[in-house]
């Protein structure tokens, strides 16, 4: 229950005590409340606050601080005790509390600075301890008082806000100007174009708007700073202008220009209705698989979710986007159990469930069950029939049955390009008809000439199978041209340069700039300890050689009984 404590009526009197601790930090003032009408007289315990030096005195917005204290009471107990900020008489913010500290107790307790403390100013820290010389009930004259002052903190913003772009990163027909601005006021913003990071000595001082070229990628990076604040996060953003040629029949040109007019709808959709959760959804999935803009199609499926928490779609796309980009399976699966409670015959949540029981929680009969109870709700669903044959293939090993789900798949939709791979995969693994499968594999990447499994697979078929590892490298370099994050395809490649062309520190650099996830980090262990070990053997045979040749140097010389050449006796 809220108390104000420095209210005065009829039921109470209001007395204040100074009194300064000279030679000490802690001056403080003693307020006590007293009774009017009332037998008893209230005992006003004292509440002693240290102030430990570790804590200083400049605090920020959003920190945490330990203060620590002790009470003492004659017969009553401190039933609150609480920490507040105080500019001058007006109270500010309630920084802490805790109920029944009993007297002669030292304590600690974590106090946090609200956002929404105003910045650059000096509060004073006040500690008030509420106690009863009786039962701790809420009655006028039964409370006693006492309140202490701490030495004055100031209290400075956590960080600069971070630089807004404006208009936003995307894809533009013509030529634009790049506004950058930071919500802290008197900000100063630094940027670059090189693909470097900004920081407050490095990039180019924003002075006015950046002009964006056309028909060139163009990667802002921005950051903001100010004296006495932490510098803000660094933000980033593409810009494409594109140049449309006179030949309107370029598919590419065409495609581009089709796309940058989705994302403008888009964005037109959401400034009319911004809590819109099936646009945000819809506008998520571009991001992820348009742009490959990642963290941008998190932050709206997880705006989305704020408008409407049961959105089955944006639930779904959520767990998927954390389990095959963030690595984060725990997440994906508490997305997917929160889309199926909502909806249990949604058979996308279903075959995407399916597909995380069975790559990262190798529970094969649970995600068969799923496989099965999707195909029971929608027979022909594409998606669905080409993981259980998966599953069939790598797991139950029923590679007739796999093949007859694969060939199903294919007569329902004859250009899906997942299917297509799978099926090359089983006729490369276990059929060993190789031609067979590279048909499929350049089958489906004339129906999906960007998707980056078909690539990773076929790349891994031409560096296995072919022993071409030129044209390998090439579908490796094409697929992650199209996904920069794709965890297959990383994999294989930093085995390509590492087992065949030693090309290590190549293959340790694109591994550390790749997106964060766990088989990425263990591929990046193995190349780091293979060249260790390579390093190791290196120096081994360098030295055996030197003993050689030292030895050779000073050993005896032969002649040969035969062919009478020298040679050295070892």
């Known amino acids: 229950e809220e108390i104000d404590w420095f209210n005065t009526g009829k039921d109470g009197a209001l007395n204040l005590e100074y009194a300064d601790s000279v030679g000490d930090l802690e001056a403080y003032k003693t307020l006590s409340l007293s009774s009017r009408g009332k037998k008893r007289r209230p005992v006003t315990p004292t509440v002693r606050i240290t102030h430990?030096?570790?804590?200083?005195?400049?605090?920020?917005?959003?920190?945490?601080?330990?203060?620590?204290?002790?009470?003492?009471?004659?017969?009553?107990?401190?039933?609150y005790l609480g920490f507040y900020f105080y500019e001058g008489p007006r109270?500010?913010?309630?920084?802490?509390?805790?109920?029944?500290?009993?007297?002669?107790?030292?304590?600690?307790?974590?106090?946090?600075?609200?956002?929404n403390v105003p910045s650059g100013r000096e509060y004073s820290i006040f500690a008030v301890g509420l106690g009863s010389d009786t039962k701790p009930v809420l009655h006028a004259g039964k409370w006693v008082l006492a309140?202490?002052?701490?030495?004055?903190?100031?209290?400075?913003?956590?960080?600069?806000?971070?630089?807004?772009l404006q208009p936003p990163p995307g894809m533009f027909t013509t030529a634009l100007q790049v506004?950058?601005?930071?919500?802290?006021?008197?900000?100063?913003?630094?940027?670059?174009?090189?693909g470097s990071i900004p920081s407050h000595s490095h990039g180019t001082l924003y002075q006015g708007p950046v002009p964006v070229q056309s028909n060139r990628n163009f990667t802002l990076r921005a950051?903001?700073?100010?004296?006495?604040?932490?510098?803000?996060?660094?933000?980033?953003?593409?810009?494409?202008?594109?140049?449309?040629?006179?030949?309107?029949?370029?598919?590419?040109?065409?495609?581009?220009?089709?796309?940058?007019?989705?994302?403008?709808?888009?964005?037109?959709?959401?400034?009319?209705?911004?809590?819109d959760a099936a646009t945000l959804c819809n506008y998520g999935c571009f991001l992820e698989d348009?742009?490959?803009?990642?963290?941008?199609?998190?932050?709206?499926?997880?705006?989305?979710?704020?408008?409407?928490?049961?959105?089955?779609?944006?639930?779904?796309?959520?767990?998927?986007?954390?389990?095959?980009?963030?690595?984060?399976?725990?997440?994906?699966?508490?997305?997917?159990?929160?889309?199926?409670?909502?909806?249990?015959?949604?058979?996308?949540?279903?075959?995407?469930?399916?597909?995380?029981?069975?790559?990262?929680?190798?529970?094969?009969?649970?995600?068969?069950?799923?496989?099965?109870?999707?195909l029971e709700l929608d027979p022909t669903d594409v998606g669905t029939l080409c993981n259980y044959g998966t599953l069939l293939q790598d797991v139950r090993k029923e590679y007739d049955l796999a093949e007859s789900v694969y060939k199903q798949a294919l007569n329902l939709d004859p250009g899906d390009a997942a299917t297509l791979c799978n099926y090359g995969l089983l006729l490369k693994n276990v059929r060993r008809d190789f031609d067979g499968a590279e048909f499929l594999y350049q089958r489906?990447?004339?129906?999906?000439?960007?998707?980056?499994?078909?690539?990773?697979?076929?790349?891994?078929?031409?560096?296995?199978?072919?022993?071409?590892?030129?044209?390998?490298?090439?579908?490796?370099?094409?697929?992650?041209?199209?996904?920069?994050?794709?965890?297959?395809?990383?994999?294989?490649?930093?085995?390509l340069l590492t087992s065949v062309k030693k090309e290590y520190d190549?293959?340790?650099?694109?591994?550390?700039?790749?997106?964060?996830?766990?088989?990425?980090?263990?591929?990046?262990?193995?190349?780091?300890?293979?060249?260790?070990?390579?390093?190791?053997?290196?120096?081994?045979?360098?030295?055996?050689?030197?003993?050689?040749?030292?030895?050779?140097?000073?050993?005896?010389q032969r002649r040969c009984t035969m062919c009478s050449r020298v040679f050295f006796d070892l």
């Open 52 to 79: 430990p030096t570790d804590v200083g005195t400049v605090w920020r917005q959003g920190g945490t601080y330990n203060l620590s204290y002790d009470t003492t009471g004659h017969r009553n107990d401190v039933c």
């Open 91 to 115: 109270l500010i913010a309630t920084l802490g509390g805790s109920l029944y500290a009993r007297p002669h107790a030292p304590c600690t307790m974590q106090c946090e600075v609200p956002y």
């Open 147 to 164: 309140a202490q002052s701490l030495c004055p903190v100031t209290v400075l913003t956590c960080i600069t806000a971070v630089p807004i």
């Open 179 to 194: 506004y950058i601005s930071s919500a802290t006021h008197n900000a100063t913003i630094r940027f670059t174009t090189d």
């Open 223 to 275: 950051v903001a700073y100010k004296t006495g604040y932490d510098p803000s996060e660094v933000v980033s953003g593409t810009y494409k202008v594109l140049s449309v040629s006179q030949n309107r029949d370029d598919s590419y040109g065409a495609q581009e220009l089709a796309y940058a007019k989705t994302e403008s709808m888009y964005k037109q959709v959401l400034e009319f209705a911004p809590n």
């Open 290 to 374: 348009v742009r490959r803009d990642f963290d941008g199609a998190e932050s709206l499926f997880k705006q989305a979710l704020m408008y409407d928490p049961t959105h089955v779609g944006t639930l779904c796309n959520l767990g998927t986007l954390m389990q095959e980009v963030r690595g984060d399976y725990a997440q994906a699966e508490s997305y997917y159990r929160r889309a199926l409670d909502v909806d249990p015959n949604h058979t996308t949540t279903i075959y995407n469930y399916g597909g995380l029981l069975k790559n990262a929680r190798h529970d094969w009969d649970g995600a068969e069950a799923l496989y099965k109870r999707a």
């Open 444 to 495: 489906a990447l004339e129906k999906e000439p960007s998707d980056a499994t078909t690539l990773c697979n076929y790349g891994l078929f031409m560096q296995n199978v072919r022993q071409d590892f030129a044209k390998a490298e090439q579908l490796y370099r094409r697929a992650l041209s199209c996904d920069g994050g794709h965890v297959s395809t990383l994999c294989n490649y930093g085995t």
């Open 506 to 556: 190549k293959a340790e650099a694109m591994l550390t700039q790749a997106p964060f996830h766990p088989t990425v980090l263990q591929c990046l262990e193995w190349v780091r300890q293979v060249h260790a070990t390579d390093k190791s053997e290196k120096a081994k045979e360098k030295k055996r050689d030197r003993m050689l040749k030292k030895r050779q140097l000073s050993g005896p």
